[in-house]
């Protein structure tokens, strides 16, 4: 048996099919054709979904298992949580217990995508997420537009002062109460986008306008099917640029894009990005002189 999962020579150096989760076939002859892309593209911008994160132990929305598998997405309206200082509290423990908060690391996927902007084959990052994995694995903050906005942080409803969240964490699960603004007393909320709120009108765009001219977007982990967020491939693709998917799953999008990986996202753009580095001659790459 010869692993066909990597890039050659494959990093895992698996033996037998059976135990290797990224063998398909073709699927080397995919990873050097979106190296190859990556290498041939002036302007590229990576498009992120809660799957580049369930590696790093975040759960998705829509995998088994799953966050709408444990939680009624109608808990996180913003109605529910302006109703009364009851349901604030409630939603807040959701969002504690549903480990979007927790301490996670990023994996290999957010590594890659940074090591691409360091190669200087990255224009941005857009991502639905809400876990900060991005900037905590060294992509640049100005480079990543949350379309979702972030758990990073609280932000007060009256005044807009801004809290980290880590800070505020301790207190809620001490507290009978939900947060309130040491500042002017005024409701705490999570910055994220909860249903029924806009998304952030700045970062979106500026979504819109790096989809529009660039000319490869690369989707890791998304379903592509949380809109508007899910237009960015469609703005891309309709300018000329080239779509390429990474994701476990197929999306409705498959039938468009210019090329489609279904693996492990922590899996495979890490040897996209050796396969990169090797097309490019970057010193310290697979197969090329250190
Ligand atoms: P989604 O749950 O709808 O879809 C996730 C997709 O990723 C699925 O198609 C799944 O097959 C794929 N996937 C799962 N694990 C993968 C892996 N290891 N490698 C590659 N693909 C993998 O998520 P979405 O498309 O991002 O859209 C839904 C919403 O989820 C967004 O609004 C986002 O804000 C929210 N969300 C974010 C987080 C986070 O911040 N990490 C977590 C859960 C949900």
């Known amino acids: 048996y010869a692993c ?33 892309l990556i ?22 929305f829509r995998s088994p298992g799953g966050i709408w598998s444990r939680f009624d997405p109608e808990e996180f309206t913003i109605y529910r949580f302006l109703a009364s200082p ?29 090591e691409l902007e360091r190669l200087g084959k990255l224009d941005c990052i857009i991502t639905q997420n809400i876990d900060n994995l991005h900037q905590k694995a060294g992509s640049a903050p100005e480079r990543v537009y949350e379309l979702h906005g972030t758990m990073n942080h609280a932000r007060c409803l009256g005044c807009g ?9 301790s207190r809620i699960r001490l507290e009978d109460g939900a947060p309130l603004c040491p500042e002017c007393d005024g409701i705490l909320k999570p910055d994220v986008i909860f249903f029924g709120e806009q998304l952030p009108a700045e970062a979106l765009r500026q ?25 960015m491939p469609v703005y891309a693709k309709e300018a000329g640029a080239a779509v390429a998917i990474v994701n476990l799953t197929v999306t409705d999008f498959d ?31 697979r197969g090329e002189p250190g």
């Open 255 to 285: 039938d468009r894009a210019d090329l489609v990986i279904h693996g492990k996202a922590g899996e495979v753009m890490p040897l996209v990005l050796e396969a990169v580095k090797r097309i490019l001659g970057v010193a310290g790459a």
């Open 207 to 231: 979504a819109v306008e790096h989809s529009r001219r660039c000319d490869l977007l690369i989707v890791v982990g998304s379903s592509l099917v949380v809109f508007p967020a899910a237009y």
């Open 86 to 114: 009851e349901t604030r509290l409630k939603q807040w423990r959701l969002l504690i217990e549903s480990g979007l908060i927790a301490d996670a690391r990023p994996n290999g996927a957010h590594r890659a995508v940074a």
């Open 4 to 36: 066909r999962g990597g890039a050659p020579p494959c990093r895992r150096g698996d033996t037998d099919a059976r135990t290797c989760p990224v063998t398909e076939d073709g699927l080397s002859g995919k990873i050097e054709k979106l190296a190859a």
């Open 39 to 60: 290498a041939g593209a002036g302007r590229i911008v990576v498009f992120t979904g809660a799957g580049v994160s369930t590696e790093s132990g975040i759960p998705d």
């Open 161 to 169: 002062q801004r809290y980290a969240m880590a800070d505020l964490l």
